[in-house]
């Protein structure tokens, strides 16, 4: 049987576009992470290097400005967005990224998206796109933005269309730099947001060296290191678990709880929320060279076993249980001399890497998140023992999120639970100056640290 017009249709379509497209629907219809997802689908296709690093970008790059994007879309079609089929809103977004911010020639860009719309919609729908796209390709990309920029109703307005973040985000923003004494960094956060990360690696610490990663240096960790280009897996000390990817902030939150101060051999640590098990494996590596055992606790099966294999590398691997965080202090108090509680949060520190999530979070997710957040600070004050340490961390500068829970936290627990002044700490961690406030805590910044926005604050016990 031959095969139908249709599907010589999807055939002719380049495999990176087809790729980016269904990333790019499965993050708005079915919630999936492009991070997790993008992966996975270069891997099945086995893209060349050139093609890979085209989807990615794509993908990446649509989900990014999809906010600028759409206000393009509005005025080039005279709807709103709304009024559009939602999986040809996406063939349209894919298709400006290619016209207005990439090199991408006007007829390949318009054509493959007319040759995707008709996998994804009607016939309608396909002369809709290319009507739209058409208009788009007539006026240059700097008129766009002009035409854009006019439109906005405030400054928090010309803020959001030019740097594609939601006015809510970039007012959160605002406020946490401007507690930082950094008001005036705002857009330089904005734009470090819209710039892909470099990879960053960790080094294992007794299970492989900084130098034998063969990567470019680290800019503020110890263990860290940057991979300029190419596969991680093409780096040995990965291929055998003995190297990782993970982002420099979040080697300095693990790294600043287990260098704090010296290690006692027979120490117990507990990462309390350790899914995926990242910062899990730094904190085993960093208790097997000072005679400490780690055990992780993560509450979704799922999330644990992706915690165990993270620390299968180890002999004897540390434990994981499956464990509500919020009831340790009932079930284990005062037993672990450290807790990392790197907490579940909006994550809007790590928007380079997921940029879908400026989209997907709202913020009342603040409100929801903080008193998950307290009640697991308050558990873990109750499981920590007298005089240890207890990192709070989270991927988020939201004050409600950082400032306001250590506050609260602090005065729900009656004082037991004492913040101690880690700006020094960190620092001294860091293989360069961080230019850190003197503050108690620790604010990591895209912009000024090339790390993801990581919150670090220490505690101890008054008893």
Not at 430 to 447: G, S
Request: charged residues 20%; contains cysteine; negative net charge.
């Amino acid at each position: 049987m031959s095969a139908g017009p249709g599907a010589r249709r999807a055939a002719s379509i380049q495999p990176a576009r087809r790729i980016a497209l269904d990333v790019i629907m499965a993050v708005r219809a079915d919630d999936a992470y492009a991070n997790l997802l993008l992966p996975t689908a270069l891997q099945r296709a086995r893209l060349s290097d050139a093609d890979a690093a085209f989807a990615t970008e794509l993908c990446y790059g649509t989900l990014r400005l999809r906010g600028y994007y759409d206000r393009v879309i509005a005025l080039a079609a005279g709807r709103s967005t709304d009024k559009i089929d939602p999986p040809i809103l996406d063939v349209l977004r894919l298709a400006c990224h290619q016209l207005l911010s990439l090199r991408v020639a006007d007829h390949a860009a318009v054509d493959e998206a007319v040759s995707l719309a008709k996998t994804v919609g009607s016939n309608s729908a396909t002369g809709f796109v290319n009507g739209v796209l058409r208009t788009i390709t007539r006026t240059p990309a700097s008129e766009w933005l002009d035409r854009v920029l006019a439109t906005a109703t405030d400054e928090d307005d010309r803020l959001a269309a030019l740097y594609s973040h939601p006015a809510w985000v970039i007012r959160a923003f605002r406020q946490a730099l401007a507690a930082d004494d950094r008001a005036d960094e705002l857009e330089e956060l904005l734009a470090a947001d819209n710039v892909a990360p470099q990879v960053s690696l960790v080094a294992l610490p007794g299970l492989a060296t900084v130098e034998e990663l063969d990567v470019h240096p680290a800019a503020v960790s110890p263990v860290g290191g940057i991979l300029e280009g190419g596969d991680p897996l093409a780096v040995p000390a990965v291929r055998r678990g003995a190297a990782r990817v993970q982002d420099e902030g979040s080697q300095l939150a693990a790294l600043a709880l287990s260098r704090a101060r010296t290690v006692t051999p027979g120490e117990k640590w507990l990462d309390l929320c350790a899914g995926p098990g990242g910062k899990a494996a730094l904190l085993a590596a960093e208790a097997a060279v000072g005679g400490a055992t780690l055990t992780a606790a993560e509450v979704v099966p799922a999330r644990a076993g992706l915690v165990r294999s993270a620390l299968s590398v180890f002999d004897p691997a540390p434990e994981v249980w499956v464990l509500d965080g919020t009831t340790v202090g009932d079930t284990h108090p005062r037993e672990f001399d450290r807790i990392l509680l790197d907490a579940p949060c909006t994550g809007l520190g790590a928007l380079r890497r997921r940029p879908e999530a400026r989209w997907r979070k709202r913020p009342r997710d603040v409100a929801d998140l903080a008193e998950l957040q307290l009640r697991l600070l308050v558990a873990a004050a109750e499981a920590l023992a007298p005089g240890g340490l207890l990192a709070y961390v989270t991927c988020s500068p939201h004050l409600g999120e950082t400032r306001v829970a250590v506050q609260t936290a602090t005065r729900r627990t009656g004082g037991r639970l004492v913040p101690i002044e880690s700006a020094s700490v960190v620092q001294s961690v860091a293989v360069r100056d961080l230019d850190l406030p003197a503050t108690n805590h620790v604010q990591l910044w895209p912009h000024r640290h090339g790390t993801d926005a990581m919150f670090i604050q220490l505690f101890t016990t008054s008893d």
